[in-house]
Nanobody, 129 residues
Framework: QVQLVESGGGLVQAGGSLRLSCAAS????????MGWFRQAPGKEREFVAA????????GYADSVQGRFTISRDNAKNTMYLQMNSLKPEDTAVFYC??????????????????????WGQGTQVTVSS
């Protein structure tokens, strides 16, 4: 079992920045592909970004490409999402997710929520205009 706890959400003005963290415990973090998803009120949960087990490969939704950066520190069992140039449409609850593999997978990360096994409780990000 992998437990995930997000932090770093809050209220920020448009154009501002936030850094989300996702702390993992209870599993083998270095064998987990990790992802960020978000869900706005009245909308389905959507993919934001993902990173492979060692951090070599990353992927982003078109809506955040160039503004958000996903990273991880396997020594700290923590994943991050640096969010710059925030827009009001980024307002959502952000969730981190983990998919644990038997062996590390250097160049692969899932982008579908159904592929992830473990989820955090979410952290609210609100961007005011």
């Amino acid at each position: 079992q992998v437990q995930l706890v997000e932090s770093g959400g809050g209220l920020v003005q448009a154009g501002g920045s936030l850094r989300l963290s996702c702390a993992a415990s209870g599993g083998t973090f270095s064998r987990c592909a990790m992802g960020w998803f978000r869900q706005a009120p009245g909308k389905e949960r959507e993919f934001v970004a993902a990173i492979s087990t060692g951090g070599r490969s990353t992927g982003y939704a078109d809506s955040v490409q160039g503004r958000f950066t996903i990273s991880r520190d396997n020594a700290k069992n923590t994943m991050y999402l640096q969010m710059n140039s925030l827009k009001p449409e980024d307002t959502a609850v952000f969730y981190c997710a983990a998919k644990q593999y038997v062996f590390p997978r250097a160049n692969y990360f899932p982008t579908s929520s159904s592929d992830y096994d473990y989820w955090g409780q979410g952290t609210q990000v609100t961007v005011s205009s």
